[in-house]
């Protein structure tokens, strides 16, 4: 198995709910990641986990949550989101630094986020 | 200020013609990761370069790692429409911190 699988592909979603996206690999790899990507842009770090461990947050708004279960596992939870927040949300995994420099990250295709 | 510029920004050729993007930084990488996302779809990776000065070739794309390990380009020769999309370089660091470029937007008109 070499995917990264995201689920739900689309969302769409009130500024009142709640709602959780999920990202699942059978790499074996130790690290993983939240990447938000808006319209024409490049994908911009939100935060790292190193196994299972939050390493890196950066500065992301705390109506975004993640959560890492286990080591194939990672959630990120919404709430009360903006409609600026609408974006797609990437997950990727890799191997952990620093061999992750050889190997790359292997991202999934997204969940498109629209925020109403 | 970006930490990795890439130029150009868009690029639109004909079936046939060669093309150069460039990735370009005043920082030195431990490694420079190239990608290619399609719409609607996550960034995919096509290859990484670790050594300065490595050139690596994939097909019809080359890739060069610079001597300081703070610049790349991708060259692709004999271009077809299957290239298109959007090409992403990105830097990778210590803690995995990996950056991405602005990105190159390629559209090959057959």
């Known amino acids: 198995d070499t995917e990264v699988t995201q689920t739900p592909k689309h969302l769409v979603m009130g500024m009142t709910n709640k709602k959780s996206l999920k990202c699942e690999q059978h790499m074996g790899h130790r690290a993983m990641y939240w990447y938000k990507q808006k319209a024409k842009k490049p994908p911009e770090l939100m935060f790292v986990y190193s196994y299972e461990k939050l390493s890196i947050n950066e500065s992301v708004p705390s109506r975004f949550s993640p959560e890492c279960p286990n080591s194939s596992l990672l959630n990120l939870h919404l709430h009360a989101l903006q409609p600026e927040d609408s974006a797609l949300y990437l997950c990727a995994s890799s191997q952990d630094w620093p061999e992750d420099r050889f190997y790359g990250y292997t991202f999934g295709s997204g969940t498109r986020l629209t925020v109403v | 200020t970006q930490l990795l510029e890439q130029s150009p920004q868009f690029l639109s050729i004909q079936e046939g013609e060669n093309l150069t993007v460039y990735c370009n930084s005043s920082s030195v990488f431990s490694s420079l990761q190239w990608y290619r996302q399609e719409p609607g779809e996550g960034p995919v990776l096509l290859v990484t370069?670790?050594?300065?000065?490595e050139v690596k070739k994939l097909k019809r794309l080359t890739f060069q790692f610079g001597d300081a390990r703070k610049d790349s380009s991708l060259h692709i020769t004999a271009a077809q429409p299957g290239d298109t999309g959007l090409y992403l370089c990105a830097g990778a660091r210590a803690g995995n911190m990996l950056t991405f470029g602005g990105g190159t937007r390629l559209m090959v008109k057959p």
């Open positions: 370069v670790v050594t300065g000065g």
